[in-house]
């Protein structure tokens, strides 16, 4: 092949080309810091780049975010319980000091009084939140645990339950000696009441988790009453587990409900106290009612629509139906009622196909028993300060009458009969006291239970986040590996390119000096 000059001149002036684009790779790598600029130079590493910037970033959103996230809201959930324990500690060592038989009423009311305050604190507990997300409360975080003003809101809740859920109090009819005193009892009369007629009885009950339920009678004027059924497998349907119809009776009415359920005639009844909450039973009835089996599950709905600050929202707890003021309706917690066990769990996605569960749920530690207990100690005391009046109402009547007149001896025998009762039902504040010490260790161990699961997932999280810290640097040093250039072998070469295109333009320049204008 003839070689000329232009053919010459040509394919220097490409090589040194050649040169300058690569010279302007390095140079660009060199600004850039990373191999390829765009996919077509290197589709490989592109495609690497692509899955390992994928990898990096889920990891660093698991690392950096959720796993944060997560730690700091069982990081307020453990003190949260922390904090509850310190409460149920001091609502004991109060339950302690009632339960001496010694105590006189002004020093019991003292303590009930404590016990209340330390109530509302242990519920309160359950409003604490994480970043305006209360953490006790399921999947609506967006709604505090507890009321926290006085409200009127309709709901129909459905508690569901087995005859575990029945238990018995103790009930002493006082009689006519309520609010004995000089002006309401003429001693010449006879005793009011005599030690003999002092009844002292254990009533059966099923003790709902509100009082104040809705009574009286709905737009129809029937009695609005609490349905109790229990499933039926023969026609796959809920039945009512008593026969005879539940009565309404008002914890004001004469007779009491009390009074009226004791009645030897009324072992059948059912009565459905709306003050208090209580459904009472007969002893024929509750034979009727745990005749059911404790495998057998009992449903009791019933309504509520006046809320009093501090009283724990139904949705948090049960399946219920709220119906606001314009007769539109909504369903809270419908899985309950189908699915066993179902629960408000929410879990964080930490890792590739890993999650965690971060809440912990009123149910699992802010039970509506505590409070309950407490209104039952309550009652009992208000019970033990009537009784008290009148015993000393009548003992102040007796200092003024001499021994052996009929006004003493009438008077005598009343008191009696107050002192009678008053030890019944000071010896039941006692076992109340001593009921409460057991039912709150029970709610001790709860909390601990759940303060043990709470810190077992935290350390899961400290493992989970330490791998994550892992892969992360394996996954970073992976991609650098991938996308980042050797800063020393890109300068050498560098160096090495421009003194190589030097070279060739010294070298063409020399080439290209000579030609045929040279020969002529």
Same mark, same amino acid.
């Given at each position: 092949?003839?070689?000329?000059? @232009? ?10 080309? /050649? ?56 990081? #307020? ?68 645990? !507890? ?51 002092? @009844? ?53 009415? #004469? ?6 359920? !004791? ?86 996605? #930490?890792?590739? /196909? ?30 033990? @300060? ?22 003493? /001896? ?28 057991? @039912? ?29 810290? !892992? ?10 590996? /991938? ?38």
């Amino acid at each position: 092949m003839r070689m000329t000059n @232009k053919i010459m001149q040509n394919n220097s002036l490409y090589n040194i080309n /050649n040169n300058k684009v690569l010279q302007d790779k390095l140079s660009t790598q060199m600004s850039t810091l990373k191999k390829i600029t765009r996919p077509s130079d290197d589709p490989v590493i592109a495609i690497r780049a692509l899955r390992l910037r994928s990898d990096v970033s889920q990891i660093k959103q698991y690392y950096e975010k959720n796993a944060p996230d997560a730690k700091s809201w069982l990081e #307020v959930t453990a003190d949260a319980l922390n904090t509850t324990t310190d409460v149920i500690n001091d609502i004991l060592q109060q339950c302690t000091k009632g339960s001496n038989k010694d105590l006189g009423v002004d020093q019991l009311d003292i303590i009930v009084t404590q016990l209340k305050s330390l109530k509302e604190e242990f519920y309160a507990t359950g409003n604490v939140d994480y970043a305006g997300r209360y953490v006790f409360t399921g999947y609506r975080t967006d709604t505090t645990l !507890t009321y926290t003003e006085n409200k009127t809101e309709k709901f129909k809740i459905t508690e569901q339950l087995n005859v575990s859920a029945a238990d018995t109090i103790n009930y002493t009819n006082i009689g006519k000696l309520k609010g004995a005193s000089s002006t309401s009892y003429d001693p010449s009369d006879p005793p009011l009441e005599e030690a003999v007629d002092i @009844k002292n009885n254990d009533i059966y009950r099923i003790r709902l988790s509100y009082d104040n339920l809705t009574g009286g009678t709905d737009a129809a004027g029937d009695a609005v009453i609490p349905a109790i059924t229990k499933y039926d497998a023969v026609s796959d349907t809920y039945i009512d587990v008593f026969a005879a119809p539940i009565e309404q009776v008002s914890s004001t009415s #004469v007779p009491s409900p009390y009074d009226y359920i !004791t009645d030897p005639a009324n072992s059948g009844k059912v009565v459905f106290v709306p003050e208090t909450g209580e459904i009472l039973m007969g002893k024929d009835a509750y034979d009727d009612f745990v005749s059911v089996g404790n495998n057998t599950e009992i449903r009791v709905t019933y309504e509520k629509d006046s809320w009093k600050e501090g009283d724990l929202r139904p949705q948090h707890y049960f399946a219920c139906e709220y119906t606001d003021t314009t007769g539109a309706k909504i369903n809270y917690n419908n899985d309950y009622l189908t699915e066993e066990g179902a629960s408000q769990v929410i879990k964080y996605d #930490v890792g590739y /196909n890993q999650t965690i569960r971060i809440n912990t749920t009123a149910d699992e530690v802010f039970t509506l028993d505590v409070d309950r207990n407490i209104d039952d100690l309550e009652s009992a005391l208000a019970a033990l @300060k009537q009784i008290n009046e009148a015993k000393t109402n009548i003992g102040k009547m007796l200092t003024g009458y001499a021994e052996g007149t009929t006004e003493y /001896n009438n008077l005598k025998a009343t008191a009696d009969a107050a002192d009678k009762a008053y030890t019944y039902i000071r010896e039941n504040i006692q076992k109340t006291f001593e009921g409460l010490i057991t @039912k709150m260790n029970g709610t001790l161990d709860n909390t601990s239970v759940a303060i043990t699961d709470n810190g077992t997932r935290g350390s899961r999280l400290d493992l989970i986040s330490n791998r994550l810290m !892992t892969q992360k640097t394996t996954f970073q040093t992976l991609q650098s590996s /991938n996308e980042d250039v050797d800063i020393a072998e890109v300068t050498i070469q560098l160096t090495s390119m421009n003194n190589s295109y030097q070279s060739a333009l010294l070298a063409t320049s020399k080439i290209m000096q000579n030609s045929l204008m040279n020969y002529i």
